[in-house]
Nanobody, 125 residues
Framework: QVQLVESGGRSVEAGGSLRLSCTVAGNLFSSHSLAWFRQTPGNEREFVGSFRWSGGNDGSRYADSVRGRFSISKDSAKKTIYLQMNRLKTEDTAVYYC????????????????WGQGTQVTVSS
């Protein structure tokens, strides 16, 4: 049974930085892609960024709203991915989820079948 566990969410002031972690308990293969999504009350999950675990030609993808401020990285030995968030804005406030799928690092939440429990990020002005 694969599990994803996010951590690192907290309250931070606008303009600050935060790094979220997502540790995978279970197998990770070159066919897997991982992604970060976020969700605010009453709204659907919004794509943040994604990448294929093995790297490859798919590259990393980012939502326009975070490109240049957020970046995804990984520690293969720890089976952990990170979401580095810089120059945070109040509109980045959300519950952040990581997710896994088999296949390309697509941007649609419905294409991911394994999800973590989420971690809350609150950005205050």
């Amino acid at each position: 049974q694969v599990q994803l566990v996010e951590s690192g969410g907290r309250s931070v002031e606008a303009g600050g930085s935060l790094r979220l972690s997502c540790t995978v308990a279970g197998n990770l293969f070159s066919s897997h892609s991982l992604a970060w999504f976020r969700q605010t009350p009453g709204n659907e999950r919004e794509f943040v960024g994604s990448f294929r675990w093995s790297g490859g030609n798919d590259g990393s993808r980012y939502a326009d709203s975070v490109r240049g401020r957020f970046s995804i990285s990984k520690d293969s030995a720890k089976k952990t991915i990170y979401l580095q968030m810089n120059r945070l804005k109040t509109e980045d406030t959300a519950v952040y989820y990581c997710a896994r799928r088999v296949g390309s690092p697509v941007t649609s939440a419905t294409e991911y079948n394994i999800w973590g429990q989420g971690t809350q990020v609150t950005v205050s002005s």
